[in-house]
């Protein structure tokens, strides 16, 4: 099903990817079930097609909703040997906690806020994971 909604999303928005996330927040974009999963495999379908990479942005959403975390942690550990970004480090960390490797997530957190960014998905991840509030400045 995924591919039939990928490919009638194309259309409907001629590969204008942005305009998709809207469409998710809305009910139009729910399966049977109440969720979102087709839809965000056919979003991530038309990212890749367009040479656009959404494995860490996946790893975080799922994550946050506490699924596929062994699968997570794979994409997060690969993305973090290929490219050692601050936000990479912090959906590994995040990863890392959720999966219950609490030591490990701490480490991969200091990593994410090394260079003192104020993004507050960072911060409240960090307080999280470190059980405090966090500044970075």
């Not at 260079?115 to 400045?137: C, K, M, N, Q, W």
Request: net charge positive; charged share 30%; aromatic share 10%.
């Amino acid at each position: 099903m995924s591919a039939r909604l990928a490919e009638y999303l194309k259309q409907q928005f001629r590969c204008r990817i942005d305009n998709l996330w809207l469409l998710g927040k809305t009910r139009c974009g729910r399966n049977e079930s109440g969720n979102f999963q087709d839809l965000v495999d056919a979003i991530q379908e038309l990212y890749r097609s367009n040479g656009v990479s959404v494995d860490i942005e996946l790893a975080l959403f799922n994550a946050d909703r506490g699924r596929n975390i062994s699968q997570a942690l794979d994409i997060a550990e690969k993305e973090w040997h290929s490219r050692k970004s601050v936000r990479v480090a912090d959906v590994y960390a995040w990863v890392l906690y959720r999966a219950g490797r609490y030591e490990e997530a701490r480490q991969m957190m200091q990593q994410a806020l090394r260079l003192g960014t104020h993004d507050p998905l960072f911060l409240r991840h960090a307080e999280v994971i470190f059980g405090e509030r966090v500044s970075t400045r």
